[in-house]
Structures are given as structure tokens and as C-alpha cells.
């Protein structure tokens, strides 16, 4: 398996039911800083993600990734479903830019490989499409999506896992 880097002093594992109100905290942190394009409300934010981190994830077949930093604090997550799908991928603004996406997004990339999973796929929001292009993922459209009014604009990406290397 492809050796996943991880920035110095974070701690990449799978979320649990303690962390609710961090992933919370967290969300709120990047509503404030990236508005409604990332997809997450102040109001329909808490229940699903209560309902995501209560699951069994091994049950259900979501596997929801935090990182942490040293202080403990929860600076980033992302999470596969059952379908193959990458979901929520976010890390908090003061954090960005520094290699933990691209850790979180590995450490998800291996999971589905693990689970004999062809390929991954992404409804990204546009202000992270160009992130997800540079991690080599393939642009196969455009989709509105959400329960809010106007729905959200999103890129569909999709990588193959199939390939040598990928
Ligand atoms: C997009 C996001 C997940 C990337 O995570 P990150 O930790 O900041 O990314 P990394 O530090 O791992 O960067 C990996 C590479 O992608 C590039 N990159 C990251 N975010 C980028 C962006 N928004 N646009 C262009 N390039 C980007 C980095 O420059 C880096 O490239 P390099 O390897 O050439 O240096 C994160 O920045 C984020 O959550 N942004 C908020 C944007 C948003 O709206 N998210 C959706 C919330 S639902």
C-alpha cells in the first residue's frame, strides 16, 4: 500500500461518538469562512452528522476519518459511504493548505481499495474542485445538489482505482 504522509503533529483516525461536538465546531468554523458553496447550513448540520457518528460504521459501511491535532482539537474530516463515495471532506480554515486533505483523502483512498472498490467518487463544491483535480482526480460534470433553495453547485469527480499505482 502507498505510504500516506501525514503533517507533523496530526493524528489521522476514525471519528467516534465523542467527537460530535468537534466535527460540529469544525463545520461551523468552515461555514464561516467559505458561505453556503460548501454545502453545510448552521441549521441542518447537527442531526445527520449525530446520525453519522452514532452508526456503526463497520455495520453501515461509513468510515468517518478525523484528523486531530496536539492539542486535541479536530482540524479535519472526511468520510467514505457504502457506495464508494467520498463524503464531507473539509479541513478548518486556519489549517488549510498544510497536507491534511491530501492525508485524509489517502487514508480514504486506501480504505476503498481495501474494500475492493473500483473507483471513488466525489460530489465536490467549486471552491475545492481545483483541489481535487491536483490530487488526480478526473471532472466528469456538473451537479446541483442539497435541500437548500437555490440547490448547491458541485463538480462530480471520479478516480480509478483499477489502475497501477492510483
Ligand atoms: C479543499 C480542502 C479539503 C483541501 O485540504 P487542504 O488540507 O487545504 O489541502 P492540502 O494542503 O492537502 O493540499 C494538497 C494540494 O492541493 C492544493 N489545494 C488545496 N486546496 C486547494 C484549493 N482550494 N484550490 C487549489 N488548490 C488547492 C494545494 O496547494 C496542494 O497542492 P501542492 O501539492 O501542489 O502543494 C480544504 O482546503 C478545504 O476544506 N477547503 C474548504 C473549501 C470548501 O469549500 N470545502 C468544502 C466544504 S463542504
Not at 480504505?111 to 471513488?120: C, N, P, V
Amino acid at each position: 500500500m502507498r505510504e500516506i504522509i501525514v503533517p507533523a503533529g496530526i493524528r489521522l483516525r476514525r471519528a467516534r461518538d465523542g467527537d460530535l461536538a468537534g466535527v460540529a465546531a469544525l463545520s461551523r468554523r468552515i461555514l464561516r469562512s467559505s458561505n453556503s458553496l460548501c454545502g453545510l447550513s448552521s441549521g441542518d448540520n447537527r442531526a445527520p452528522l449525530q446520525g453519522q457518528l452514532r452508526r456503526d460504521p463497520q455495520e453501515e459501511g461509513l468510515a468517518i476519518f478525523v484528523a486531530e491535532n496536539r492539542e486535541g482539537r479536530l482540524v479535519g474530516k472526511g468520510a467514505l459511504d457504502s457506495e464508494g463515495w467520498l463524503k464531507g471532506l473539509y479541513v478548518s480554515p486556519a489549517a488549510q493548505g498544510t497536507g491534511i486533505g491530501s492525508a485524509l483523502l489517502a487514508r480514504i483512498r486506501a480504505l476503498a481499495k481495501e474494500r475492493g472498490r473500483g473507483k471513488i467518487r466525489a460530489n465536490a463544491s467549486v471552491t475545492s474542485a481545483r483541489f481535487y483535480a491536483r490530487m488526480g482526480y478526473l471532472r466528469k460534470g456538473g451537479r446541483l445538489v442539497g435541500r437548500t433553495r437555490p440547490k448547491i453547485p458541485t463538480v462530480l469527480f471520479e478516480k480509478d482505482l483499477s489502475a497501477w499505482g492510483s
